[in-house]
């Protein structure tokens, strides 16, 4: 290529900015290119849209009296000493960013806070020699459009960020999260100051010019993305290093970049855009760039098990060209109970019973290695149903839900990538085709669905709401023919790959309920309290799991497993496995002493070494429960009286093998207990 073709697209970018461009019209043209400095200022103006602004510093007062004036203007002149300016030029920063600073929190009524990111923003800005007014707004338009509201600690944000990252490298995240090292502790800067507070100059601008031309705020995660993945085997070498050291290395990663680094580096995030399902993104767009003022729910994020996706993608990624091959497609895994299943079910799931893990662990494990070779023979086929990303469909009912998790979970935990859970679940799907669900799902049997169960008993009414509700779906009406023949012509295809994998359970369960002997109960004793050792079924109350994992400022209390056990105060102990309310299990031991309930986890890579999660008094235990289902599955809830009704408190949940005998011990030493105490 000569010189004069090379510079073609230089002629055609100046053109399409002096004829009025957008953002896309530029991307189009650059390529991915460089934006010469000459160029670079208009083509940003452009990019934020700031040509309409006019002059708004034409309001500042010019008056410096902020309530912590002093703070700003130190912190301008404690950022300026770092410069390579000469003195002249840095007097005359010091005033734009001051200037700038000033009147952006006046016109706001906010108040100025340190290391908010916003000196660094503006320091490319001013390398721009724009007027102080067009740098100010570009200023205020990247605030508005490119940072993400919640920067805070425990911000939303960063768990977004966690899930995208567990999404795409479950490995890396696993490690992370074991580190008790959250995104927050190393990208702080790099969101609220678009990374310009850790690269260098020459990166920044670079990176910029690429980022103001995808017009997508959200890009900045896939920046961090790739930022955290580059560096995934260095970090997975790091298991003997302290927490300190590797948040030290990865806050510093940005700085290592070069300038002829951030092509690929943006390609990269780019990539890994395309990789992610899209109604994630568009519904946390939402959330984190909104200026609607809602307060944002950190629990919806940080208490996700995984990455949520919309009904509406994943019943449209059914309908996309196999061959598009940037389009997200999923393999649907319908982890309902068998009996839910057959009553209606879409055509291209692949059913994995989540009863089976627990009822029958081998036939568990002999289905998800028949899912992963039918997802593997679906792909190579070029089936409706292949796909590379797995999506998981509970019941979106609470009772069967918890279950559905420890299936999730268990994939997680195997480090297999592209693990996503439908938002709603069943029902999601079911409310989706609202009156066209006979003909878009298989074997469905209104009878016995529990979604059109209940509405049977309900009036006319509420029937015709649901229709129309259903009517107003305007993208599932289109959909609703496509869809239909595409997958019933694919139905006896891929249920023929699939049903040497496919196990439902059929053993017998014990549906009876369990209670501890009355000699055990002694009810005397709890005259003004309900009875607290039966075991029935166990009510779906919120487990509180993230009392323990997330607190980081604890000191762990490490003790040698088998010295603790031969302790004189121990009665009993029993191996078994904690398990937390989105599904994750640890392996534990459930200690019994004379006045206590301790809990054990084994720590992973110290055998023979436990972490004392915590140490029950006998005494607070006011209920201990179990699924008729899952006699196994045992909770233990904590409280004190509260008049004639029981205040709970906090809860645990194992999954103990050994679980009759263990509650049995548990309730005798609670009773020795009380009878000591009255003697």
């Not at 944002?296 to 995984?306: G, M, P, W």
């Not at 009759?660 to 020795?672: D, G, L, P, R």
Request: net charge negative; aromatic share 8%; hydrophobic share 40%.
């Amino acid at each position: 290529m000569t010189a004069e073709d090379d510079s073609t697209w230089l002629i055609e970018l100046e053109s399409a900015i002096l004829d009025g461009c957008t953002p896309q019209e530029i991307n189009a043209i650059t390529k991915g290119k460089k934006i010469p400095e000459s160029l670079r200022p208009d083509v940003w103006l452009v990019c934020l849209n700031c040509h309409d602004m006019g002059n708004q510093l034409l309001m500042f007062d010019e008056i410096f009296d902020l309530t912590n004036q002093n703070e700003l203007r130190d912190n301008v002149k404690k950022f300026v000493r770092k410069l390579d300016n000469d003195d002249d030029e840095k007097l005359s920063v010091i005033s734009d960013i001051e200037s700038i600073l000033t009147f952006y929190c006046k016109s706001r009524s906010i108040t100025y806070a340190s290391n908010n990111g916003w000196i660094e923003i503006l320091y490319p800005l001013l390398s721009l020699k724009l007027p102080r007014s067009d740098t100010y707004n570009m200023f205020e338009r990247i605030l508005k459009l490119y940072i993400p509201n919640g920067c805070t600690s425990n911000g939303v944000p960063f768990h977004i960020l966690r899930l995208i990252i567990q999404y795409h490298d479950p490995e890396l995240c696993s490690f992370l999260d074991t580190k008790r090292i959250t995104p927050e502790q190393y990208c702080m800067p790099w969101l609220k100051s678009l990374f310009s507070g850790t690269c260098n100059l020459e990166v920044v601008l670079f990176m910029w010019d690429l980022y103001f031309q995808r017009s997508d705020p959200f890009f900045i995660f896939f920046l961090c993305l790739i930022m955290i993945i580059n560096a995934r085997e260095q970090l997975l070498q790091m298991k003997n290093e302290d927490k300190a050291t590797i948040v030290q290395i990865l806050s510093k990663m940005p700085s290592d970049l070069e300038a002829n680094d951030v092509s690929d580096f943006c390609s990269l995030a780019h990539y890994y855009s395309l990789k992610t399902p899209v109604s994630f993104r568009e519904d946390v767009l939402e959330v984190l760039f909104s200026e609607s003022g809602l307060e944002i729910n950190s629990k919806l994020y940080s208490q996700a098990l995984c990455l949520p996706v919309a009904v509406h993608e994943l019943i449209e990624s059914a309908t996309v060209d196999v061959a598009d091959a940037d389009a997200v497609k999923f393999f649907l895994v319908d982890c309902r109970p068998a009996e839910q299943y057959n009553a209606g079910h879409l055509s291209t799931a692949f059913h994995l019973d989540c009863n089976l893990m627990l009822q029958e662990p081998n036939a568990f494990t002999t289905a998800v290695q028949g899912l992963l070779n039918s997802q593997r023979q679906a792909l190579a086929a070029g089936s409706l149903a292949a796909g590379e990303h797995l999506c998981f469909v509970s019941s979106g009912r609470t009772e069967e839900d918890s279950y559905a998790h420890m299936v999730v979970a268990s994939f997680l935990k195997k480090n297999i990538k592209h693990v996503s859970m439908l938002d709603g679940g069943f029902v999601a799907i079911h409310d989706y085709f609202g009156p066209h669900m006979t003909d878009c799902l298989e074997d469905h049997n209104t009878s016995v669905c529990l979604v059109c169960a209940p509405n049977n008993n309900n009036n006319d009414n509420d029937n015709q709401q649901s229709a129309n509700k259903a009517r107003d779906n305007i993208p599932a009406i289109q959909l609703f023919s496509k869809l239909s023949s595409a997958m019933k012509a694919k139905s006896q295809e891929v249920k023929g790959k699939l049903i040497e994998y496919i196990v439902n359970p059929n053993s017998n369960i014990n549906n009876g309920e369990w209670h501890v002997s009355a000699n055990d109960r002694k009810e005397q004793r709890y005259r003004n309290v309900p009875p607290v050792f039966s075991i029935n079924d166990e009510d779906e109350d919120t487990h509180s799991d993230y009392r323990r994992d997330s607190n980081t400022d604890n000191v762990d209390e490490i003790v040698e497993l088998q010295s603790f056990l031969k302790s004189q105060h121990v009665v009993d102990n029993f191996s078994c496995q904690e398990v937390l309310s989105n599904g994750y299990m640890f392996d534990s031991y459930l200690v019994i002493t004379e006045t206590h309930l301790v809990i054990l986890r084994e720590i992973p890579n110290k055998k023979g070494a436990v972490k004392v999660l915590s140490r029950r008094p006998l005494s607070t235990i006011v209920k201990i429960t179990a699924k008729k289902r899952h006699p196994e599955l045992i909770t233990f809830k904590y409280g004190v009286p509260d008049g004639d009704n029981l205040l709970i408190k906090d809860m645990d949940r194992f999954l103990i093998p050994n679980a009759a005998v263990a509650t049995k011990i548990v309730s005798n030493q609670i009773v020795s207990q009380l009878d000591n105490k009255l003697q």
